[in-house]
């Protein structure tokens, strides 16, 4: 059941209430209006216990290992002290809406750990899988005192410059022996990467891990690196290592990173940025929904559907219709 009082939310959260916590992310991803009200103003009492934390977002071909690796990553920094949240976004099915959400299954050592959260959460069909409410969590666990939070993609694709948008530090994890690795990577996600981890470089894997390591930064000297201040570093790893080796200097390769860019103000810049374009991305889907909920438009749409299905209407000359049809409709509200 969901309360209606913010307090409750604010309360539980600040007390790290993993139950309330749960609950606190269930009211910021209903689409209920007045439980979008009710997340607003829990959010704004909690913004100021909130950017502390280290941001790393995690993304990979599939079969890389990713949710292994976030287990074995996630259990090495508990170990150390450290809160950990992790935010695994699942692929929603396009034609029910249903997700797997199997990653408290796939991390059960993890998910049983006192400092550790783990939120899967679907990604309703949004650009490249990243959860619609994926920043507000963030600010959730953040005010919760998680001092490391992992966002953790499908796969690779177009949510990689989603989920760069809203972390400090983007890890893409490859594999080797897969072929012709560096064709089957776009040119922007590489970009976009502040480090390169081969996984599964263990038995047998670990020459084909090393080659593909070498061939990965050779390639970065091509390429334009996410930020003129950082070298990407492209690292090897294995999460049966039982001494988490390579693990952990991709774990000191982030700290790395973060020391250089909050000792240079790079930190703070690029997460006013990041508010920006967070800011924007709500104006434009709040448009969006508008649009949608428009009656003129909603009068019109069936008709202009017909007329472009039919080829009677351009699909630029329908848009446009719409689109000004905007000016003689009201919002029809929730």
Request: hydrophobic letters at 40%; charged letters at 25%; glycine letters at 8%.
């Amino acid at each position: 059941m969901v309360s209606d009082d913010p307090e409750y939310y604010i309360e539980g959260v600040l007390n790290k209430d993993k139950r309330i916590i749960a609950k606190a992310i269930t009211l910021i991803e209903s689409a209920l209006p007045l439980h979008q009200k009710i997340a607003r103003n829990v959010l704004n009492a909690l913004l100021p216990r909130t950017g502390r934390a280290i941001r790393l977002g995690i993304s990979g071909v599939p079969g890389a290992g990713k949710s292994t690796f976030i287990e074995s990553l996630g259990t090495l920094l508990v170990n150390q002290g450290h809160t950990v949240a992790v935010l695994a976004v699942d692929p929603s099915s396009q034609r029910s809406g249903g997700s797997v959400l199997a990653d408290k299954t796939r991390m059960e050592k993890l998910s049983t750990a006192k400092n550790a959260f783990i939120r899967p959460s679907p990604s309703g069909g949004t650009l490249g899988g990243v959860a619609r409410k994926t920043r507000e969590t963030m600010l959730i666990c953040e005010a919760a005192a998680y001092d490391v939070l992992i966002v953790e993609t499908v796969g690779v694709g177009q949510s990689e410059s989603a989920v760069a948008s809203m972390v400090d530090f983007f890890l893409l994890l490859l594999i080797a022996g897969a072929g012709d690795e560096i064709q089957g990577i776009k040119k922007g996600v590489l970009e976009m990467a502040d480090a390169i981890a081969i996984n599964k470089a263990d038995g047998d894997n670990i020459q084909r891990a090393e080659f593909a390591r070498k061939q990965y930064a050779t390639a970065l000297h091509y390429l334009v690196p996410s930020s003129p201040a950082w070298s990407v570093k492209v690292l090897t790893c294995s999460s049966l290592d039982p001494e988490n080796k390579g693990i952990q200097d991709i774990w000191q390769t982030v700290l790395d990173h973060r020391e250089k860019f909050t000792r240079s103000g790079l930190l703070e810049k690029k997460r006013r940025r990041q508010a920006l374009d967070w800011m924007w991305a709500l104006v434009e889907e709040g448009l969006k929904d508008r649009f949608k909920k428009n009656r003129s438009v909603m009068e019109q749409l069936p008709g202009v559907i017909k007329a472009v299905d039919t080829g009677r209407m351009a699909p630029t000359a329908a848009a446009e219709k719409l689109l000004f049809s905007l000016d003689n409709g009201r919002t029809v509200s929730p």
